[in-house]
């Protein structure tokens, strides 16, 4: 890491690994210098309620806020507050790492959760291209069949009528031929 990325990283005499921490510490800093101006000159029993109230509240995660955190320590310890009174600074961090050796702090990508969103919408979009094929299918399945849907009614009542009349047509056809074989005559001839 460079001088520039280094001091561009840096807060309170910290380089952080990333600008996320790094913005994290800047607000732990201004928390502290409120805190600061609040507290200045109070009694040690204030500054043991406010440092009780920061621990409870998780108020400091960084080492800006550590090492404020343990600045009021000292106050309270010359202000004649027990160290068993006070408390340990609780910190929610894990240390032991197998990159000690490193020299440049480490940068811990965050995954961004666009992948499971992107198997969601490709599994999304398989899904409507197989129910549009089905919906498909469907259709040519009732526009071929012989049998009458709500779709194709009307063309087989058509189609069925069509050829009852033809055969009827056919029939009374023949049988007026034959009428006229035999020298029968019905209707109007």
Same mark, same amino acid.
């Given at each position: 890491? %460079?001088? &520039?990325?280094?001091? +561009? ?5 910290? /380089?952080? !690994? ?5 913005? #994290? $510490? %800047?607000? &732990?800093?201004?928390? +502290? ?5 609040? /507290?200045? !000159? ?5 500054? #043991? $309620? ?14 800006? !806020? ?5 600045? #009021? ?117």
């Amino acid at each position: 890491m %460079d001088k &520039e990325q280094e001091y +561009a990283f840096t807060v309170n005499g910290f /380089i952080f !690994g990333s600008a996320e921490d790094k913005q #994290l $510490a %800047d607000q &732990e800093l201004n928390t +502290a210098k409120y805190i600061e101006k609040k /507290i200045a !000159g109070k009694s040690p029993q204030t500054v #043991l $309620a406010i440092y009780r109230a920061s621990i409870d509240k998780k108020m400091f995660r960084t080492p800006v !806020g550590y090492a404020y955190m343990h600045e #009021l320590q000292k106050r309270m310890a010359k202000g004649g507050i027990s160290a068993e009174e006070m408390g340990a600074i609780p910190l929610y961090q894990i240390f032991n790492n197998k990159h000690d050796d490193e020299k440049a702090p480490r940068v811990i990508k965050v995954k961004k959760k666009t992948e499971p969103l992107r198997r969601k919408n490709i599994l999304l979009t398989i899904i409507n291209i197989i129910l549009v094929l089905l919906v498909i299918a469907m259709f040519a399945i009732s526009m071929s069949g012989s049998r009458p849907t709500v779709l194709n009614y009307r063309r087989t009542i058509e189609n069925e009528y069509s050829s009852w009349k033809q055969q009827l047509d056919e029939r009374e056809k023949a049988v007026r031929e034959k009428e006229r074989e035999l020298g029968i005559a019905y209707g109007n001839e």
